[in-house]
């Protein structure tokens, strides 16, 4: 076997798609918004704001869309308008982006961190199950990288318990699960259009929901608070949370992409993952038979360092990165996150959370072991040919051969994760 890139060797190279996909009609959506000189407004006159949250509500089989400046607004706003505030708390997975608990600290709710199911990697049920308490409002289950969460046990439980679901889809646009949109199953469904997703303008975010009630409060929430209908003349809380004009064109033009695009991915993804079936010590994430649509934002493979001469994942995307496969080790457990270590002193969730925050004993195995092994990988190189999946098992199987020098390769913990950073 050749060498590996990383230690001097020839890198596999395979050619990967760039990302975003653009060509003129995205050029022309942006010059027509300069011309109109219509950049932004709300709600009137916003028209491509408006087509935009329409096209993607449509896609996605819910009723309401709320275009926003970014996937942690949405957050926020679904937590508002539901009335999630100060002393509430929210369940939250230990495998996801800062956002997803961020969320609810901004408004003083305290997020509640739950282990993960060891093979889809989204947030447990049976781990939502026990931490629930009388203090409980809201559940934010993230479809993690390439699948969606257990939604039919989520929102079993929420109904038990009368508790909000927030699905964070930031990683799962045209995702379906049993033929419905994600985003059309929780109270709220919030998507981020950051310049890495497989939908974006660089920055934004849509939030979706099916309750009118809900709508006009989000609605209001992101433009200063202003009421939906003027008649009405009630303000709330709110802020300024509008998209741009230039976003909300570009977002339509790619949109309609979107689905072509998903198919290549998921054709490729479902290859790898049948070819990683096959490959000693890795394995897929697990995709639920329910998922009738696959998201295709990461693809997530955990190995087994013992089958891998004991190299730990940053040495191994550190090699297939050199090899030109665009990978990373993916987001910490979120207990590892600054803001909850005990020895912040200053930190904003000590100061004002330490009474309700058991910091000391926060310990989610599962998480753990799965941040330490996995390996995500970007979803443009799942936009070619199915030739790049058979380099990426190329370079798996280079690694292994090469695992024993690559032991003592020190890598670096910043230089991987440039793919998927957000
Ligand atoms: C799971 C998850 N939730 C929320 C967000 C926040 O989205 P944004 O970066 O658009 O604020 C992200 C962004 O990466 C994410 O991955």
């Not at 033929?179 to 849509?206: D, I, P, R």
């Not at 099916?210 to 992101?222: G, K």
């Not at 936009?383 to 032991?407: M, P």
Request: aromatic share 8%; proline share 5%; with cysteine.
């Amino acid at each position: 076997m050749e060498k590996l890139a990383l230690l001097g060797g020839k890198p596999l190279n395979p050619q990967v798609p760039v990302w975003p996909v653009r060509d003129e009609r995205d050029e022309q959506a942006v010059v027509e918004v300069i011309r109109s000189g219509v950049y932004g407004g709300f709600p009137e006159p916003a028209p491509h704001a408006a087509q935009f949250a329409a096209d993607f509500c449509a896609m996605h089989d819910v009723a309401y869309g709320i275009a926003c400046v970014n996937g942690t607004v949405t957050l926020v706003t679904a937590l508002m308008a539901a009335g999630v505030g100060w002393g509430d708390e929210v369940l939250v997975p230990a495998i996801t982006f800062a956002a997803t608990a961020w969320a609810p600290l901004s408004l003083g709710a305290v997020p509640i961190i739950c282990d993960i199911d060891p093979e889809t990697f989204c947030i447990s049920p049976a781990a939502i199950e026990a931490a629930i308490t009388e203090r409980t409002r809201a559940i934010i289950p993230v479809h993690l990288g390439g699948t969606v969460v257990d939604l039919d046990a989520i929102l079993a439980i929420a109904e038990k318990h009368d508790l909000i679901v927030i699905e964070d889809a930031a990683h799962a646009h045209a995702g379906q699960w049993r033929g419905k949109g994600v985003g059309s199953w929780g109270h709220f469904g919030s998507f981020s259009m950051q310049l890495t997703k497989t939908l974006t303008s660089g920055e934004g975010g849509l939030l979706t929901t099916n309750d009118p009630a809900y709508a006009e409060a989000c609605h209001s929430i992101i433009d200063c608070g202003r009421p939906k209908d003027a008649a009405k003349q009630v303000y709330r809380l709110g802020a300024n949370y509008r998209i741009t004009e230039m976003q909300a064109a570009l977002l339509e033009v790619a949109l309609t992409r979107l689905l072509d695009q998903s198919a290549t991915r998921n054709r490729n993804m479902n290859y790898l993952d049948e070819r990683l079936n096959a490959v000693v010590g890795i394995k897929p994430q697990k995709v639920d038979a329910r998922v009738t649509r696959r998201p295709s934002y990461l693809h997530l493979s955990q190995f087994d360092p013992a089958a891998f001469g004991g190299i730990n994942s940053r040495q191994f995307t550190a090699a297939l990165t050199a090899e030109g496969i665009p990978c990373g080790v993916g987001n910490p457990p979120m207990h590892r996150y600054d803001l909850f270590q005990l020895t912040e002193e200053n930190s904003f969730t000590y100061r004002h959370f330490k009474d309700r925050l058991d910091f000391a004993s926060m310990s989610f195995p599962v998480a753990e072991r799965v941040a330490q092994t996995t390996i995500w990988t970007a979803h443009q190189f799942f936009l070619g040919d199915t030739d790049l999946v058979d380099v990426f098992v190329e370079g798996v199987e280079k690694v292994r051969a090469n695992a024993d020098e690559l032991r003592t390769f020190t890598a670096q913990p910043d230089t991987q994760l440039a793919h998927l950073r957000t």
